[in-house]
């Protein structure tokens, strides 16, 4: 068959249009990259040269100014100046050497402008180039806050003054400055010099002060030598130090720099034309290598496309022919292609290969599908098979890793395990189980419960318990816990409880724990307790025996002398009465000391919560302490700040108790001068109010402050000697501030007296009526004559109240205890009764109880006043519970038991 031409598009025209478009694509990327780049690196070279020129111009100025402040030091080295500064009575003969030296150093340095001398901030001595000087003097004075200073520009020219100290013999403490004014423009002048018919087209270089902030300041002057005129200044006035790069304004690059301590900048710029014109001419000649490439090679592509497509064409062809010879028409699904079709070489080529191809699968097809088939269903069958061995896999694995976790758990605890079946047979035990009953080696493989039972029963105190408790739990559900106690003295912890699966019982598990040193810890500590207890009980008895056994002496003894001074006596003899006053006193104080120390130790001192007010108890403290400082003629004296609250909740009494206590210590220890009472308040995170005492008395050894609110101790062992006292002050003070969340402290040095000090929280309190001014004076008995039951069993007591009673006239009763007391009390009406609490045969609880209880029907029942030598806080809660008015303490004082009575009655 002859070859048949097919009426197509040559590929060879598709070829070398798709290649022509893709040449022309390469050269202009390539232009355009080219150019994008070379311009790139041309700006950044001149970046790096504008930055390397202000580097090296900022380098230069450092030069400079390093010199000119050499240069400064050297002039303030000057004999002329000396002279001048250390004799101003000189000034009209030393100023014309120094204005001849001034005008040599100008004639020498063109930049200065002017000198001056300054000293003790006063200028003395000012020297100018020009006859109208630039700066006044205030200025020069006060301008200079460093050494180089930019001093107040003028629109014309920029100024830097610089400072470098005088070095005068002998100057004392007055310091002499001279500073030297630099325009600016002049240092431009000689370090920069810019010929304009050269350079001044392309680039600059400008120095310029910096006003505050860092701003800096382009004068006329200095803009004259730039090319750019005012948006130079505008670019340079608002220059952001931010900037770290040249910036592109108008027609020009600028790169700025400042000092990184004087307060100038170097700005460098250049023009753009310098970047734009070599691009220009890059990129023309970039653009004719294009045009050359792109000619030569669509030449060079028409020859290719030519040499590839020439056989491909004419396979197309012998392929139609074969084609058709070898497959008749009719006889294939997809149509053959014709002369008539149009289509390139390849396309040709690709039907064809597509028809033999369709016809290639059309047979395979059929037999494909059913070996598909087949392997779908096998590879099914093959999956479910590995994820059942995989899972099952997974599972025997999980299961050992937590059979052997079980096994390390039980075979490290400190119990011992025994599992048993619903038969009774032993399972499982741990090493542990075997250790604490001391079975035989091997026990733990052989588990023969017969033997295990027999070995663990014989070692019981109680077996038939034991074997009851096994018995019964065998056949039930119960969780079981208890103790078993072994013949060697040990004491096991047994847990008991049913094991189950599903809800279906498998057996049961017994723990058990040796819990011997437990019990015997438990034990220790329970008789240690009691023991405390029983101590602290002795102690508090003890305490409430030696407090009453030592104040009803007291009582009688200051009570009998207060009877005895309400009658004139000789002056020698009331010396003597003074003197036994004042040691009863002394030895009330100290017990008092004691007691309250005893009780703060044992923790049986309690504290109320009242609102009280502050100066009131500053006020009643300097009351107190008042006659003590004046029989020793110091000067006492109370600060008050004026912020501090006038009112506080907290306890009033122990706030009193510690201020007497430093208060007495400070009038003790003081032979002449004052001692002062302050108190002020402070808004710390915590408010806090602040008392102190300071005196000018002996002082204190530092090493002796350590110890010094150690109970017992005094700074020196004279001291009790010479002055008296227990020790006990400074230690009650500082439990008592601790006990309400204070603090305090002393300081202290020998011969130079002590201050002692504390703080308290302060937390507000109600704001309450001030006192009458007499409330704390005694207030006088009611005029009219009572009747009043004593009940007292102890004689001198007896007397002493019966006769401070019955000089005011009132009629006294004595009973001798509370079975007495409680006869009178049902006999005969009493105004008032006064009870005794310790008594023999009845106390006076229960004397007053059965008082009220007589009386509970009365519209107004007796009262009754205690009296106890007993400070516990357990006696006073219990006079309250049975319904005591109030308590005194003895030693009973005549006022006290007036004011009592007052307030019983009225």
């Known amino acids: 068959m002859p070859r048949q031409r097919l009426r197509s598009r040559p590929i060879r025209t598709r070829l070398f249009t798709t290649a022509s478009l893709l040449l022309a694509m390469i050269v202009i990327l390539f232009t355009s990259f080219s150019g994008l780049f070379s311009g790139q690196a041309m700006r950044s070279q001149l970046d790096r040269t504008l930055e390397q020129r202000t580097n090296l111009a900022m380098q230069t100025m450092d030069r400079f100014l390093e010199n000119q402040q050499l ?201 753009l034309q310098v970047v734009h014109d070599p691009i220009l001419k890059q990129m023309g000649l970039l653009v004719l290598a294009g045009l050359v490439l792109f000619g030569l090679g669509l030449f060079g592509m028409s020859h290719l496309a030519e040499q590839i497509t020439a056989p491909i064409t004419e396979l197309a ?26 289509s390139d070489e390849v396309e040709t080529l690709r039907e064809i290969m597509d028809l033999l191809l369709h016809e290639l699968i059309s047979h395979n097809a059929e037999l494909t599908a059913r070996v598909e088939a087949q392997t779908h269903d096998l590879t099914e069958s093959n999956k479910k098979l590995r994820n059942e061995i995989n899972q099952r896999g997974l599972v025997e694995q999980e299961l050992r890793s937590h059979q052997g976790l079980l096994h390390n758990i039980l075979e490290t605890s400190v119990d011992g395990f025994l599992v048993v079946d619903m038969e009774g047979e032993i399972t499982h035990t741990n090493q542990r189980f075997v250790e604490m009953w001391r079975l035989p080696r091997g026990s733990q493989e052989n588990h023969n419960g017969q033997n295990f039972l027999q070995s663990m029963v014989k070692q019981l105190q109680h077996p038939d318990a034991f074997m009851e408790r096994l018995a019964h739990l065998s056949n039930s559900d119960d969780f079981s816990i208890d103790e078993l106690i072994l013949m060697d003295g040990r004491v096991f912890e047994r847990h008991s409880r049913v094991l189950q699966r599903d809800g279906e019982r498998m057996g049961r598990l017994w723990q058990f724990r040796d819990i011997t040193l437990e019990k015997q810890t438990r034990t220790q500590l329970q008789n240690a307790k009691d023991r405390a207890e029983r101590a602290n009980e002795a102690k508090g008895a003890f ?47 100290l017990l008092n000391n004691v007691l309250d120390f005893s009780k703060i130790e044992a923790g049986q001192l309690a504290f109320e919560t009242l609102s009280y007010q502050p100066r009131e108890i500053l006020t009643s403290t300097i009351r107190l302490l008042t006659p003590q400082s004046e029989n020793k003629g110091l000067t006492l004296t109370l600060k008050i700040d004026k912020n501090l609250p006038e009112s ?123 006192p009458p001014t007499d409330s704390l004076e005694p207030q006088p008995t009611e005029a009219r004559a009572l009747t009043i039951l004593l009940v007292e069993d102890d004689a001198i007591n007896q007397v002493v109240a019966r006769g401070l009673l019955q000089q005011d006239g009132h009629e006294v009763v004595v009973a001798n205890d509370g079975v007495e007391g409680v006869r009178c009390f049902e006999k005969q009406d009493f105004d ?75």
């Not at 020069?140 to 400072?163: D, E, M, Q, W, Y």
């Not at 003894?557 to 207060?562: A, D």
């Not at 995170?685 to 008395?697: A, I, V």
């Not at 109030?886 to 019983?904: C, F, S």
Request: net charge negative; proline share 7%; glycine share 6%.
């Open 648 to 770: 506080a909740l907290g306890d009033p009494t122990r706030l009193q108790q510690v201020l007497l206590n430093l208060g007495s210590n400070a009038v003790k220890f003081t032979e002449s001068g004052e001692v002062v009472l302050s108190a002020y308040f402070e808004e710390l995170s915590t408010p806090t109010m602040r008392f102190q005492f300071t005196d000018t008395g002996c002082g204190i050894d530092p090493v002796q402050l350590v110890d010094l609110f150690d109970p017992f101790t005094q700074a020196d062992g004279s001291i009790t000697r010479r002055y008296g006292g227990s020790g006990l002050g400074l230690a009650i003070a500082k439990r008592l501030v601790e006990a309400m969340d204070g603090t305090i402290d002393c300081e202290s040095r020998p011969d130079h007296g002590s201050t002692f000090r504390f703080g308290l929280p302060y937390h507000p309190g109600d704001l309450l009526d001030p």
């Open 71 to 271: 240069h400064l030091t050297l002039l303030a080295r000057s004999p002329l100046i000396t002279v001048f500064l250390q004799n101003r009575a000189l000034d009209a003969l030393s100023r014309p050497a120094l204005d001849a030296h001034f005008e040599a150093e100008f004639e020498k340095k063109v930049w200065i402008s002017e000198i001056a001398l300054i000293q003790d901030e006063e200028m003395l001595y000012h020297y100018g180039r020009y006859q109208d000087l630039t700066l006044n003097p205030q200025m020069l004075v006060g301008g200079f806050k460093s050494r180089i200073t930019a001093l107040h520009n003028t629109p014309i020219s920029c100024l830097l003054g610089i400072k470098e100290p005088i070095q005068l013999p002998d100057d004392g403490e007055t310091p002499a400055y001279i500073l030297a004014i630099v325009d600016l423009s002049e240092v431009q002048s000689r370090l920069f010099p810019l010929n304009r018919e050269d350079h001044g087209l392309n680039e600059s270089l400008i120095i310029t002060a910096l006003k505050h902030g860092k701003r800096p300041h382009l004068p006329d002057k200095l803009l004259k030598l730039t090319p750019w005129g005012e948006p130079f200044r505008t670019t340079v006035e608002n220059w952001s130090w931010q900037q770290r790069t040249p910036l592109q304004t108008h027609n020009f690059l600028v790169q700025g720099k400042h000092h990184h301590e004087a307060p100038f900048a170097i700005f460098s710029s250049v023009s």
């Open 543 to 589: 305490l409430a025996t030696m407090s009453h056994e030592i104040r009803t002496p007291l009582n009688g003894i200051i009570g009998m002398l207060e009877r005895i001074n309400q009658n004139p006596v000789d002056e020698p003899l009331k010396s003597q009465i003074d003197l036994i006053s004042r040691s009863a006193e002394i030895l009330l104080g």
């Open 317 to 342: 062809e012998d392929a139609v022919v074969q084609v058709r010879r070898a497959l008749p028409g009719g006889q294939t699904q997809a149509p053959l292609p014709s002369a008539s079709q149009e």
């Open 832 to 906: 008032i009764v006064l009870m005794d609490i310790r008594m023999p045969r009845m106390d006076g609880f229960e004397a007053a109880r059965r008082m009220h209880t007589w009386q509970r029907d009365r519209q107004n029942p007796t009262p009754i006043v205690g009296l106890t030598a007993d400070v516990l806080q357990e006696t006073l809660a219990e006079a309250e519970a049975v319904g005591m008015t109030e308590v005194i303490t003895k030693p009973v004082r005549l006022d006290a038991l007036k004011q009592a009575i007052n307030r019983a009655l009225y």
